[in-house]
């Protein structure tokens, strides 16, 4: 099908909410808090892209993701570069990615099991709006009071390095073995304006542009799947129809409408713009 809307997987977490955003029904008050929301392809298919919703209360561990050279060895089909645009924020709200100068992989595991690790990490305040891409190897926790949705390579795998004192399991070893712990260095010009859409990343792994309200034909190689993420707003794919809070795959060629006032996201795996 050219065009198909994704089932939605609630994930509870510890660092999780009660009140999530709209478009999303809240947990029960007496149950678990939800973290993530998944969108999932139907099927036992292994689409090369994941998108999330994250919703934290708390910090998340401090972790890190292999390349996909590492994950390959490990046993995984592929590694997680990841990407972040930030719906709301709380003032006080941070991100941590990098550390503040370059740490030595015994410093880093030493420092993750003191907890000094904390003091290691660039924490940058976060608003409204925000975006980073987190490539593999960048040791990162993000902070609480944010909620934002993640682009990322297609893969559950994840090396905690630090966790606060819970009593979730470490991967120091794996972790600190493919950690590069050097300050962070964004990625050249994101936001980049290009006709009808604003380019926020371009590789290595997946393109993600932001599109407006609008009309457009889509014309994807064989093979090549593309996610519609809507920010805000409402609209068409080939028929179905998305709002907010939904998320749709396309393949082929595709018509797509965004209502006026829609905001939306397209990504698709690799490095090259179509």
Known sequence: MPATLLATRRVEKPWGRHTLWPGFADPARDGEPVGEIWFQTPGDANPDLLVKYLFTSEKLSVQV???????RKAGYPRGKDEAWLVLAAEPDSTIALGTRRPVGREELREAALDGSIEQLLDWKPV????FYYSPAGTVHAIGAGI??????????????LYDYGRPRELHLDAGVAVSEGTPFIAQAAPGRIAHDRTILAEGPKFVL?????GKRIITLPDGLTGWLV?????????????SAGECVTVTGSAAIEIAEGGDVLFAYPGDRRI
């Open 65 to 71: 993701h292999p390349d996909d050279q590492a994950a």
């Open 127 to 130: 608003k409204q709006g925000d």
């Open 147 to 160: 909620t934002l949705i993640e682009i990322q390579q297609n893969v559950d795998l994840t090396y905690r």
């Open 209 to 213: 542009e932001r599109w407006p309200a």
């Open 230 to 242: 809507p920010v805000t707003g409402t609209g068409v794919a080939e028929g179905i129809a998305f």
